[in-house]
């Protein structure tokens, strides 16, 4: 977008009939990186993160070291 550029909005093309004389209908995509051939997809790194640097330069979010999960965090469950 305009406003935006890093950020992506997934569309794709549906081919229609070709007895119907129509242009391909465009459509929003709301399957993710998995269905695009330009994406490595890898289990152990995750996603890319898209959004990081346009949410930081918001300058409303503030970073911080979090702490291990302990057994109350889960009603002491083993």
């Known amino acids: 977008g305009a406003i935006h550029p890093q950020i ?22 709301p399957s993710g990186p998995y ?3 330009t994406v490595e997809i890898s289990i152990k790194k995750g996603l ?3 959004r990081h640097e346009w949410i930081s330069a918001r300058g ?9 999960v302990r057994p109350e965090d889960n009603g002491f469950a083993a």
């Open 48 to 50: 890319a993160r898209l």
């Open 60 to 68: 409303d979010v503030e970073a911080y070291e979090g702490r291990h």
């Open 8 to 29: 992506r909005v997934p569309m794709r093309e549906i081919s229609v009939h070709p007895t119907a004389g129509e242009p391909p209908v465009t459509v929003y995509d």
């Open 35 to 37: 269905t695009d051939p």
